[in-house]
């Protein structure tokens, strides 16, 4: 009979509810959008930061200091100290392995190469390439990985054939000698006798020091400057959390409890910190730039995200007060009769709470659906991309939808609850 | 036998108005009490203390053995679910149930459901056919039907009647009176607030209030 009276009551006197349902789905609707934009929002733009290059440069710790002059290494191949291309695997063992989105090595060679007559930078490195991982998986990255906003016209080089993509300004300056699909030689020196020759597949615009040098496989580059299964640099592009005080601590002056915490957070510095536990001698530097912008534009529009999903809660629970309390004026003598045949205050209550239990969870339901619908939207606006419908989310909507209900009928539902019937079945 | 309802000394101020003053009386099972009297004279407050709806100020309100204003408020849901029939003059129906569930509101509240005693309760009054149809769909005069199958299903011991044909016209006002006398016959005890002479004549004993004090009782003449 309790599931009857309810259901009849939903039946047939549905005006007030759909006005109180009106208010709950329209709140958790917002709520559900911001929620999971505010989720989606870290990895997303945790993703576009990426975009702007890789956020950790990984280098020998005993290098020497780098001849660079306009972005292009100009220290003999001899010098310096190498990392070994065999290590790489582990980077993919770490604890926070799967945050490691990409990584790349470099190995800059000063070479002689015939098109230009003279010497000009090879910048060996991987496009797409294969990395064992010591578990027995393989792992694919490159440049297409850490490096995306490169543009190529043509296209990148096959790791493993003797073909290179040639920076657009150094593409500019040679037209004839240079372009898709002529073949150029290069070696070492000018009186090389292991002389290379390399299809021309593509032309890169990087915006930097690589415009002006000519990309080949890493391997090409090693084999030229005779130092196999070496490189000199590796960028890494790691998913990370944004640093905060506690992620500048010192590791070493850590408890062990609060260095269990900091060693299972994905910040920069711990993710740092792991690399060089299992690359040995080297030394890993945060690019501070983009990870600070990243992670202080991350917080302000995570805290922006939670100001609006509480505030939308609160003008639903607001909303649903005052729809409450206007249906229980109402239903005062409905409830006056309730009482007058034996309904005590708890059946009353029981009654009503189960109305608006079953209000949060329609209109939850239904907030859910239409909020995941506006979330897809928000998120193509500002990502270019739909944010994509969390169903982990839909229990806390849920949730939620039955608090503010709760919540915002909790008032009048006492109100109801203790109606004194005698003058209200008299009419006053 | 001990009375049925025996009240002594009864007492009911609202604010400074003293809607009771002093009222004693007893009513013994099977008998049909009309209590009359002017607007305010005290009717409609001696009916709901009599039903556990309103409490007295002082004074001993007794029905069936229970003293109505030492029941705190759940004991006194359970006494209107147990004791008492209520029939009130709005009819006072639950506007989005049937006829059917409305009587069967009043057996949910009492303790379980069961449509056929329902059913059955709606057929002796006289509406077997109109069962499913809501409140609104029915006449004044079947609405009080609905109300006075309601009151009955419980088998109170009581059945407290304020104005019951207060809102109903001449032909449904006798339909409803003959329901009464039927309920008299078979032994209910009903206690009947009106304001009409005629129909008070009904019933076994006239009880007269005047400004909450009882003016006259007197046994009224039997039609």
């Given at each position: 009979m309790f599931a009857r009276i309810v259901g009849q009551s939903f039946a047939r006197n549905p005006r007030r509810k759909l006005l109180t349902m009106a208010a709950l789905v329209l709140g958790i609707t917002v709520a559900t959008a911001t929620l999971t934009v505010a989720l989606e929002v870290g990895d997303r733009m945790a993703r576009e930061f990426r975009s702007l290059g890789a956020n950790l440069l990984v280098t020998p710790e005993s290098d020497t200091l780098p001849l660079e002059i306009g972005g292009v290494d100009y220290r003999p191949v001899d010098e310096g100290a190498y990392l070994q291309e065999a290590d790489l695997g582990k980077l993919k063992t770490i604890f926070w392995r799967h945050n490691i989105l990409g990584f790349t090595p470099f190995l800059d060679v000063p070479a002689y190469v015939s098109a230009t007559g003279g010497a000009t930078t090879l910048i060996g490195t991987w496009y797409d390439h294969e990395v064992a991982v010591p578990d027995g998986t393989t792992f694919k990255t490159g440049v297409s990985a850490t490096h995306p906003w490169w543009k190529i016209q043509g296209r990148w080089f096959s790791d493993a054939a003797n073909e290179c993509v040639v920076g657009a300004s150094l593409a500019a300056k040679y037209p004839g000698a240079i372009a898709i699909g002529k073949t150029i030689y290069v070696a070492q020196t000018e009186k090389s006798s292991d002389i290379r020759p390399l299809v021309v597949t593509g032309i890169v615009s990087t915006g930097d020091a690589e415009d002006n040098a000519i990309l080949v496989p890493l391997s090409v580059a090693q084999g030229i400057s005779n130092h196999p299964g070496q490189f000199r640099q590796l960028f890494v592009s790691a998913l990370t959390k944004p640093a905060d005080a506690f992620a500048e601590r010192d590791p070493k002056s850590l408890t062990p409890t609060e260095y269990d915490r900091w060693f299972c957070s994905p910040y920069i510095s711990s993710i740092s910190y792991q690399i060089k536990q299992v690359i040995p001698g080297v030394d890993v530097r945060a690019i501070r730039r983009v990870a600070e912008t990243e992670g202080r534009i991350l917080s302000r529009v995570s805290t922006l995200l939670w100001i609006v999903t509480l505030a939308a809660l609160i003008a639903a629970g607001l909303a649903v007060a005052a729809t409450s309390a206007a249906a229980v004026l109402e239903r005062r003598v409905e409830i006056g009769v309730m009482k007058a045949i034996g309904a005590t205050n708890t059946s009353v209550t029981a009654l009503f709470l189960t109305e608006h239990l079953t209000l949060a969870l329609i209109g939850g339901a239904i907030g859910f659906f239409l909020g995941a619908g506006l979330a897809r939207f928000l998120g193509a606006?500002?990502?270019?991309?739909?944010?994509?419908?969390?169903?982990?989310?839909?229990?806390?909507?849920?949730?939620?939808?039955?608090?503010?209900?709760?919540?915002?009928?909790?008032?009048?539902?006492?109100?109801?609850a203790r109606f004194d019937p005698a003058p209200i079945l008299r009419g006053e | 036998m001990a009375p049925l309802v025996q009240i002594e000394n009864l007492r009911k101020e609202f604010a400074n108005v003293r809607a009771l003053d002093g009222v004693s009386f007893v009513v013994q099972a099977g008998e049909w009490i009309a209590i009359m009297g002017p607007s305010g004279s005290g009717k409609t407050t001696l009916i709901n203390i009599l039903g556990g709806l309103d409490t007295p100020t002082s004074g001993r309100a007794i029905v069936d053995g229970t003293d109505v204003a030492r029941l705190d408020e759940n004991g006194l849901a359970r006494f209107r679910a147990e004791k008492i029939g209520f029939v009130f003059q709005q009819f006072h129906l639950v506007p989005y149930l049937t006829a059917l569930e409305n009587v069967?509101?009043?057996?949910?509240?009492?303790?379980?459901?069961?449509?056929?005693?329902?059913?059955?309760?709606?057929?002796?009054?006289?509406?077997?056919?109109?069962?499913?149809?809501?409140?609104?769909?029915?006449?004044?005069?079947e609405q009080q039907r609905v109300a006075v199958a309601r009151a009955l299903i419980n088998h109170p011991k009581l059945i407290l009647a304020d104005e019951p044909t207060g809102n109903l016209d001449e032909a449904n006002e006798g339909i409803v009176l003959k329901l009464l006398r039927e309920l008299h016959a078979e032994g209910h005890t009903i206690l009947m607030v009106t304001h009409a002479a005629s129909i008070g004549q009904l019933a076994d004993r006239r009880i007269d209030l005047a400004h909450g004090r009882l003016a006259t009782e007197h046994a009224a003449r039997r039609v």
């Open positions: 606006s500002v990502f270019g991309t739909p944010a994509s419908p969390r169903f982990i989310l839909l229990p806390v909507v849920l949730g939620l939808a039955i608090l503010v209900a709760l919540i915002g009928g909790l008032i009048p539902l006492r109100r109801a | 069967m509101l009043a057996q949910y509240f009492h303790s379980t459901t069961d449509e056929g005693e329902a059913r059955e309760a709606l057929g002796r009054v006289g509406l077997t056919d109109r069962v499913e149809h809501l409140p609104g769909q029915l006449s004044g005069g």
